[in-house]
Nanobody, 127 residues
Framework: QVQVVESGGGLVQAGGSLRLSCTAS????????MGWFRQAPGKERERISC????????YYADSVKGRFTISRDNAKNTLYLQMNSLKPEDTAMYYC????????????????????WGQGTQVTVGS
């Protein structure tokens, strides 16, 4: 019954911008910690950003800090990732994740149990 669906991926040139969306259904959205992960070719999955249930606390990995912005609209059951100044190294499959278990989030840390994953959306950044 729970569905988590990403959209907004595509092909952009280096320096460009892209906005990813993640819409969840079948769950109490504002009770869930949300996050974005990515998996690049030849690399392990990377946690790149997290946001608390209210949107008041956010975390960014060093690799995206200053370029990406995470936000959520609880009225729309939607999570966003605004990606600016994109680099070829950002090329990856991007996944939305939701969890409502134990969580620890600060500007320096993001740890939470993932209960649901989206199907992923591909982001490709040209040189």
């Amino acid at each position: 019954q729970v569905q988590v669906v990403e959209s907004g991926g595509g092909l952009v040139q280096a320096g460009g911008s892209l906005r990813l969306s993640c819409t969840a259904s079948g769950l109490t959205f504002d009770a869930y910690t949300m996050g974005w992960f990515r998996q690049a070719p030849g690399k392990e999955r990377e946690r790149i950003s997290c946001i608390s249930w209210s949107g008041g606390t956010t975390y960014y990995a060093d690799s995206v800090k200053g370029r990406f912005t995470i936000s959520r609209d609880n009225a729309k059951n939607t999570l966003y990732l605004q990606m600016n100044s994109l680099k070829p190294e950002d090329t990856a499959m991007y996944y939305c994740a939701a969890g409502n278990g134990a969580v620890s989030i600060s500007t320096k840390l993001c740890t939470f149990r993932v209960d649901y994953w989206g199907q992923g959306t591909q982001v490709t950044v040209g040189s």
